[in-house]
């Protein structure tokens, strides 16, 4: 197709998400080559998001290319009912390997909405099978778990969710153990726990992403879990934001001391190249469905379940993330990223900053309250465009969640084009 036919054919065929198409206006990507992006008109965009987080080592990546086109040409797809191949087992045992331990198996889809909503389906018939009868899960406040009906029904009620919650379970919502408020966290897990016949407690570890990357206490998160284990009720991680690196360890449950029985994967899996979603759990919960009842078989599965070109591409994937460089890369992200933000610092109190390894968030003080409409956002987004950045601000918190091949060269423009945003649109 040519270039010029792109943008009109999109706008005549294609609906995208999260996207008003009355107002859209649809950027036409012809390639990309490591952190960067290039337009049909010729315009390099650095992809400062990773391309909504899913990209670990850099666009096009060959290694990862190659891979995949070696799958292709052995097996592209088995159905894996009844079936099983080698990118899929290998593809678990060396998740497993990573994994915090006392996580036995893995249970595979296809992104990270069904990864959670696999895990939510786990954790509820986990108490079927054995009889006990519950019928309510704990989650944070502020939380986004997914766009199914059922990871919708544990993520905040939003303008998102309105139209469907008809439609959607109750849930028992607590605060995030944020800073300064890790006591009141505590207290309502303890007492939602008491009161309720609670299924499971699900969050997202450290940083809630779409909430506005806010970050809380691995130490009381670490706390809560173990109350959850001491009275009984399952505890589901949801890593598919924060897995394979972004937060500077393989994943934010490598810093607590406590360990989900389920974890929830997505994004980074494949380097950004496939879609794939993983579930792991403990054995306890697998033991609870491994039975000579069919009744207690876990009846879940999707066409695409483990398929082999996903899972090769998340082998490729992990070998790059099994490469010392890659963390020398994460490192050095890291500590660029800190030095950037004590400097933006300097602009307080018109912004203030956080990070958590290789995210790095800026949130601009506006007279609107800080959410994902804060009408800032579109104003930020066009800007970091024109100026050949891409950075999808949620409201008024600008983020930064680069692959990990980024340059020192390409970090200090998108630090600079947001120091420049800070300077236009942050009050004096
Ligand atoms: C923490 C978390 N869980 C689940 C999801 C849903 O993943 P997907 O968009 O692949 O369905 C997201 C997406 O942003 C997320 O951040």
């Known amino acids: 197709m040519q270039k010029s036919e792109i943008f009109k054919k999109d706008r005549k065929y294609v609906w995208h998400p999260y996207t008003q198409e009355k107002h859209s206006s649809n950027i036409v990507i012809t390639g990309g080559q490591g952190a960067r992006l290039f337009t049909d008109n010729g315009r390099i965009l650095i992809d400062a998001v990773s391309s909504w987080w899913v990209n670990l080592h850099g666009h096009a990546n060959t290694y990862i290319a190659d891979k995949i086109a070696e799958q292709s040409r052995k097996l592209e797809h088995v159905i894996f009912g009844g079936f099983t191949h080698a990118p899929a087992v290998e593809l678990a045992e060396r998740l497993l390997r990573h994994l915090p331990s006392g996580q036995s198996k893995i249970f595979y ?133 924060t897995g394979f690196g972004r937060t500077g360890k393989f994943f934010a449950s490598d810093y607590l001391s406590e360990t989900a029985d389920i974890i929830c994967l997505s994004k980074g899996i494949t380097g950004g190249f496939m879609a794939l979603g993983a579930t792991s759990c403990t054995e306890e919960i697998y033991s609870a469905f491994y039975d000579d009842s069919k009744m207690k078989t876990f009846f879940h599965g999707h066409s695409y379940t483990a398929n082999p070109l996903a899972c090769s591409a998340a082998l490729a994937s992990l070998d790059i993330m099994e490469d010392e460089k890659t963390w020398r890369d994460i490192e050095r992200i890291s500590l660029r990223h800190t030095s950037f933000l004590q400097d933006i610092e300097k602009y307080a109190p018109a912004v203030s900053s956080r990070q958590l390894g290789t995210i790095a968030v800026v949130e601009i003080k506006t007279s609107e309250e800080t959410s994902y409409f804060n009408p800032a956002r579109d104003t930020l987004y066009n800007f970091f465009i024109e100026n050949g950045v891409i950075l999808r601000p949620l409201g008024n918190v600008i983020y930064i969640l680069p692959p990990y091949c980024i340059s020192d060269e390409e970090l200090d423009l998108v630090y600079g084009i947001i120091e420049k945003a800070v300077i236009k649109f942050a009050p004096a």
Request: glycine share 6%; net charge negative; with cysteine.
């Open 109 to 241: 889809s296809d992104n990270g909405s069904t990864s959670v909503e696999i895990g939510l389906k786990m954790a509820c018939q986990y108490w079927f099978n054995k009889e006990a009868k519950r019928t309510k899960i704990i989650s944070f406040n502020g939380a986004y778990h997914g766009d199914t009906i059922g990871t919708m029904s544990v993520g905040a009620r939003t303008v998102f969710s309105n139209p469907f919650k008809p439609y959607m379970f109750e849930n028992i919502f607590i605060d995030a153990p944020v800073s300064g408020h890790e006591n009141e966290a505590v207290d309502q897990l303890r007492k939602a726990i008491s009161s309720e016949d609670v299924i499971a407690f699900i969050f997202e570890p450290l940083v809630q992403g779409t909430a506005g990357m806010v970050m809380h206490s691995a130490d009381t998160l670490s706390q809560m879990i173990k109350i959850c284990r001491e009275n009984n009720v399952l505890t589901i991680a949801d890593e598919v934001a």
